[in-house]
């Protein structure tokens, strides 16, 4: 009877665990999805000091490292482990482009191209966006055509065909498509960026600034700066510094220097740039 009762004990207690588990995955999910990274930590470290080898909860701890600009630390995380599904693997591969490691993201698809499959759009883009880090323009444009061939309206991947005709030199082609892609998407904070970065290859650096500023003013509420308003917010004060707007750059360069505070010099260090 002592043997049964603590089998029995032991079933609930592993039930109950289980049960924390998922509890902590779907609030942390939802605290993701809402902005809320400090609070979508929480809640993955949590279930992984249950189980340290939680799938599930390493690719959400995953994705908020790579969003704030971690990918090495994502990567640590994920290697650790065997992850065998497809939200583990295209985590792997965003991890592996934050990094730079564009080889090793064509790899894994090719590798796992039993898994990859269930998503084939997201194939493409890792390949395009892969390929553009390898310079290699020609198949990175066949990526993304492949791209909109199965999903014509992909944002993603009209942003990186157009990033294609950016770096060919066609530069009034990429700014009447970007014209174009933001009369159907005027919340695109990519088209506004890669806009921004147009505008500065043609010279015309006040249109750049109003190009990055509507980039900046879109990018969503979140509880931290992410890497990619904070690559934003450096675009902006360059340009602004290399109007001679100092002081303009110092405003955002202020708004940098309190989302970090323990980032030693980063006011002298912009002072002495402008």
């Given at each position: 009877m002592a043997i049964l009762l603590a089998a029995f004990v032991a079933g609930c207690a592993k039930?109950?665990?289980?049960?924390?588990?998922?509890?902590?995955?779907?609030?942390?999910?939802?605290?993701?999805?809402?902005?809320?990274?400090?609070?979508?930590?929480?809640?993955?470290?949590?279930?992984?000091?249950?189980?340290?080898?939680?799938?599930?909860?390493s690719?959400?701890?995953?994705?908020?490292?790579?969003?704030?600009?971690?990918?090495?630390?994502?990567?640590?995380?994920?290697?650790?482990?065997?992850?065998?599904?497809?939200?583990?693997?295209?985590?792997?591969?965003?991890?592996?482009?934050?990094?730079?490691?564009?080889?090793?993201?064509?790899?894994?698809?090719?590798?796992?191209?039993?898994?990859?499959?269930?998503?084939p759009v997201k194939v493409e883009l890792i390949n395009g966006e892969a390929r553009l880090g390898l310079r290699d323009v020609a198949e990175a444009r066949a990526a993304y055509q492949r791209a909109l061939k199965i999903d014509p309206g992909n944002?993603?991947?009209q942003i990186g065909i157009i990033t294609v005709v950016t770096l060919t030199g066609d530069l009034e082609g990429a700014e009447a498509r970007l014209k174009k892609l933001l009369e159907t998407h005027p919340e695109s904070v990519d088209a506004f960026t890669l806009l921004g970065?147009?505008?500065?290859?043609?010279?015309?650096?006040?249109?750049?600034?109003?190009?990055?500023?509507d980039a900046v003013s879109r990018m969503p509420s979140t509880d931290r700066f992410t890497r990619k308003r904070v690559v934003?917010?450096?675009?902006?004060?360059?340009?602004?510094?290399?109007?001679?707007?100092?002081?303009?750059?110092?405003?955002?360069?202020?708004?940098?220097?309190?989302?970090?505070p323990n980032a030693e010099g980063m006011r002298d260090k912009m002072s002495e740039v402008i």
């Open positions: 039930q109950e665990t289980g049960a924390d588990i998922k509890t902590h995955l779907r609030t942390g999910q939802a605290f993701f999805e809402q902005g809320q990274f400090n609070a979508t930590i929480i809640e993955a470290r949590a279930a992984l000091q249950i189980d340290p080898n939680n799938e599930e909860a690719v959400l701890l995953a994705r908020v490292q790579i969003t704030l600009g971690a990918p090495q630390a994502a990567l640590a995380l994920l290697e650790r482990i065997e992850g065998t599904t497809l939200g583990y693997f295209e985590t792997l591969s965003e991890a592996y482009l934050a990094r730079g490691k564009f080889a090793s993201a064509l790899l894994l698809v090719r590798q796992h191209a039993d898994v990859f499959k269930q998503d944002v993603d991947a970065a147009v505008y500065v290859r043609q010279g015309r650096y006040d249109d750049a600034e109003s190009a990055l500023t934003l917010i450096q675009n902006l004060i360059r340009l602004l510094a290399r109007q001679g707007r100092s002081g303009e750059a110092l405003f955002y360069q202020e708004m940098l220097a309190d989302a970090f």
